[in-house]
């Protein structure tokens, strides 16, 4: 099967220039490429730059800040309409090697079950971008990122769409474990590389002389995160392992533990992670009104 029946999808939201050499690193490797800006105010001069990297890019205006969900389902019915069979997401701040989507094409037809399969996460910033995965063979996953990763638009179908209400975070986790529940598996491919930013590193000084690393989030992130991920869990309990709800309380504690030691403006990462754990319980989904 050729890389013409893929479709990439890329959702700009006040987007960086970088995206431009993002998208160039992939725009040639597949049919089409829908650009969904949902942006407030579309950034018409970043929208016409995209567009002039390749006849195959379609900027498709979205209404306002719709979130992630909306972005993903809007490519992906897009796309089959227009005869696609898989669909390629990325992130505005996620890049590829050459040949990477014929690599992920190859290891999600090698049998009709595979749903979903992803790249190797590597932040290029990182001195791992530079080796060899530690851990090369392709194994099944219980969840998988859309940064990277190309959907079966069979598997979309049957699946039914992503979740609007989550808005962004967990919207392609919830969908991991929704592909499973239809039968299908997912796989990561670590020989193949996906370049992407994990988050917003920052350094600052304990006591004034103790250098301290971390990456950062901004409050409204970590709301969408631990609200969507809280509400799943309970959700899907029946389905998600204890090994997994564990690890995301520990990155619960984490976050807490480096708000108290280094993020500025505790007040308000506090009240919005109160009130994300709040709404993940009861089941209050959507956009987030302060």
Request: charged share 25%.
């Amino acid at each position: 099967m050729s890389i013409s029946t893929v479709a990439g999808m890329v959702t700009i939201y006040h987007s960086e220039k970088t995206v431009l050499s993002n998208v160039s690193s992939y725009v040639n490797q597949v049919g089409k490429l829908y650009v969904i800006d949902n942006s407030e105010t579309p950034d018409l001069e970043l929208l016409r730059e995209l567009q002039a990297i390749s006849p195959s890019v379609v900027c498709l205006l979205g209404r306002g800040n719709e979130g992630l969900a909306v972005a993903l389902n809007r490519a992906a019915q897009q796309a089959i309409s227009d005869g696609f069979t898989h669909l390629l997401t990325m992130d505005d701040d996620s890049s590829l090697p050459a040949g990477a989507v014929e690599q992920l094409l190859a290891t999600i037809n090698a049998a009709d079950n595979i749903g979903m399969v992803a790249g190797g996460i590597v932040d290029p910033n990182s001195k791992k971008a530079k080796r060899p995965p530690k851990r090369p063979d392709i194994r099944q996953e219980l969840t998988l990122i859309t940064a990277g990763s190309i959907l079966k638009l069979e598997a979309y179908q049957k699946a039914g769409p992503f979740q609007d209400e989550l808005f962004i975070d967990w919207v392609d986790l919830e969908y991991s474990f929704r592909l499973s529940r239809h039968g299908y598996i997912l796989l990561t491919n670590p020989q193949i590389r996906v370049f992407h930013r994990l988050g917003i590193k920052k350094k600052t000084y304990l006591l004034g002389f103790i250098p301290y690393r971390w990456r950062s989030h901004n409050p409204i992130r970590l709301y969408y995160k631990f609200r969507n991920g809280t509400y799943i869990l309970n959700r899907d309990a029946d389905i998600i392992p204890e090994r997994y709800k564990q690890r995301f309380y520990k990155e619960l504690r984490s976050n807490i533990f480096k708000i108290i030691l280094a993020e500025t403006d505790k007040k308000r990462f506090f009240s919005l992670i109160r009130r994300a754990l709040r709404d993940g319980k009861a089941g209050h989904l959507g956009k987030l009104v302060e």
